[in-house]
């Protein structure tokens, strides 16, 4: 069973960023580290969190270390640290204080939105377009993914801005975009996936990148009902769907994400089709747990390859079917 210690130390790592701001303030972000001078907290770049990854394992969100003492650690060895405190009852104390705090509503800023809002997303959603004839249908059926006039969620953008981590470099790119929405179906945020002109992801580095509020949020396919299956990236859930066209699906974006899902008031049965990798299993035991305390029912869709969408362009819808049969309720 998973210890106190590595649940927070994985919820802190769904708010790295978060974590960063409020312990780390004179740092600042740079691509996808969070930049201070050391654990003091002066200014400079000798210590370096990472803000993106799994939520446990090599290459977690918020493992940190510092390139000029060697000091290292995960987001509850920085809490101790930047707060002095020896005791491990007193660092959990500390790490759900804070996470507490981040549950509750941001009070009113006067400070100028980012450029990554929530705004800027509904912005970008408006200008774009439907998929169908666009190098999103194209991107998706290469991939074996059913397309129809249903996929609402899914818009094209001809000239979507990719920018470097450093920002010295700037690409216009054809981009598939995805809606994410809260349980009241309001846009809080977009996920942008930059495509080349024969219909594959663009040579770029990230090729994909997400904007707005995402934790809690998801990509949604269907009406929100009694049942729905959830995945990690917008590629499974359309996989899924494409198995199961009459089940509601939702995309949470990333392991860390599809673990801190919100679930809606109706939802009495939930189909957890993680990825098949050390982060996606943590991240759905955790989903799971919760499932069952609220009296949900859930169950795991395991790939066989990485991914559904891995295992459809492998197997074949009649194969998966059947899989994704055996699972079912």
């Known amino acids: 069973m998973e210890s106190p210690a590595a649940m927070l130390s ?12 409020h312990y780390l303030s004179n740092g600042r972000r740079s691509g996808r580290y969070w930049l201070v001078g050391d654990i003091d907290n002066t200014r400079g770049r000798s210590l370096f969190v990472r803000l993106a990854g799994p939520t446990s394992g090599q290459g977690a969100a918020g493992k940190w270390q510092d390139a000029a003492t060697g000091e290292h650690g995960d987001l509850l060895d920085l809490i101790a640290a ?14 759900r204080a804070f996470l507490r705090m981040q549950d509750r509503p941001a009070p009113p800023s006067t400070r100028k939105p980012a450029r990554n809002s929530v705004e800027a997303a509904r912005r970008l959603w408006a200008s774009a377009v439907p998929i169908t004839g666009t190098l999103a249908e194209t991107y998706l059926r290469k991939r074996g993914i059913a397309v129809d006039e249903s996929l609402t969620s899914l818009r094209f953008h001809p000239r979507c801005f990719w920018v470097s981590a450093d920002g010295n470099d700037r690409h216009a790119l054809p981009a598939m975009l995805a809606a994410v929405t809260d349980n009241a179906g309001c ?20 090729p994909r990148r ?35 066209p009459q089940t509601t699906v939702v995309a949470a974006l990333s392991a860390a994400h599809l673990e801190r899902f919100k679930f809606w008031p109706e939802l009495k049965r939930l189909y957890v089709a993680h990825d098949n990798d050390a982060a996606g299993r943590a991240a759905a035991g955790s989903l799971l747990r919760r499932a069952l ?37």
């Open 293 to 329: 305390i609220v009296g949900i029912e859930p169950q795991r869709l395991e790939p066989q390859l990485s991914d559904w969408n891995d295992d459809l362009q492998k197997f074949g819808r009649t194969q998966c079917r059947v899989r994704l049969g055996q699972n079912w309720f």
């Open 82 to 95: 930047t707060r002095g405190l020896s005791s491990l009852a007193d660092v959990l104390a500390e790490a």
């Open 187 to 206: 846009i809080t945020g977009l996920q942008r996936t930059w495509l080349s002109r024969d219909g594959c992801k663009a040579d770029v580095d990230p």
């Open 10 to 21: 994985r919820q802190l790592a769904c708010e790295a960023e978060a974590v960063c701001r």
């Open 210 to 244: 997400a904007m707005g509020q995402l934790l809690g949020n998801a990509v949604r396919f269907g009406a929100l009902g009694l049942a729905a299956i959830i995945t990690e990236g917008i590629e499974t859930a359309l996989s899924v769907r494409t198995l199961r």
